[in-house]
């Protein structure tokens, strides 16, 4: 398998711009995961979905974050319109089970708004 | 609110000499702690899993240790190849969500 494929894997964009960060995961894995990095704040949960389904979007920071999963074998997180404190890596992560086998990450998306 | 916090930020040691990452959590109906490596500019890659206080687990020079408040990564007699960031995350509650510590940079020198 060849893991959970983000991509881009740099974008670099003007503020108010949108932005669409898109996710493969393991195929089989029915968790999917949208986390972000920062040297301030480490990783943070945005929103999971299971079987395709939101489950928990609490971590979503405001109304210009958006994610879908159409598909089980896709999923995508836009950002609109985009600000500076918006730079970050952003992680997805997919699962089998959470608890017995943990997640496996992406390389992750490093976005960088100017 | 779950919390993890680890220490210390950062580890710089000799090739050879051991040392222990700690992690330690104030959390609410623990299901899990996990342990991961991450390199730079890559992901975090999945180390180990711990369940219950008393656990513990190896892999080469790796050893996480568990007890009802913290968690330790013992390192022994560590490689520049073992120079990676180290994070502590647990799962809790009825969900399936990983809370991340901050990590402990670790870096072994010749």
């Known amino acids: 398998d060849a893991g959970v494929i983000q991509s881009p894997r740099h974008e670099v964009t003007e503020m108010g711009q949108e932005v669409t960060l898109r996710c493969k995961p393991i195929?089989?894995?029915?968790?999917l995961f949208w986390y972000r990095q920062t040297m301030m704040r480490g990783l943070e949960l945005l929103i999971y979905f299971n079987n395709n389904v939101p489950i928990d979007d609490s971590g979503m920071p405001e109304d210009r974050f958006s994610a879908k999963m159409p598909n089980a074998s896709f999923s995508t997180l836009k950002i609109q319109p985009s600000e500076p404190r918006d730079s970050a890596v952003y992680f997805c992560?997919?699962?089998?089970?959470?608890?017995?086998?943990?997640?496996?990450f992406g390389s992750g998306t490093r976005l960088t708004v100017v | 609110e779950d919390q993890v916090t680890q220490s210390p930020e950062a580890l710089r040691l000799q090739e050879g000499e051991s040392s222990s990452l700690n992690c330690s959590y104030t959390v609410s109906g623990l299901r899990g702690l996990f342990w991961y490596r991450q390199d730079p500019g890559k992901g975090p890659e999945f180390l180990f899993t711990l369940y219950s206080a008393g656990e513990e687990k190896e892999k080469e020079r790796l050893k996480a240790t568990l007890t009802k408040k913290e968690s330790f990564l013992h390192i022994t007699a560590p490689k520049p190849e073992d120079s990676a960031t180290y994070l502590c995350a647990v799962l809790t509650g009825g969900g399936n969500k990983l809370t991340f510590g901050t990590g402990t940079q670790l870096k072994v020198e010749l």
């Open positions: 992560a997919s699962s089998l089970a959470p608890q017995l086998y943990g997640y496996t």
């Open positions: 195929s089989g894995h029915d968790y």
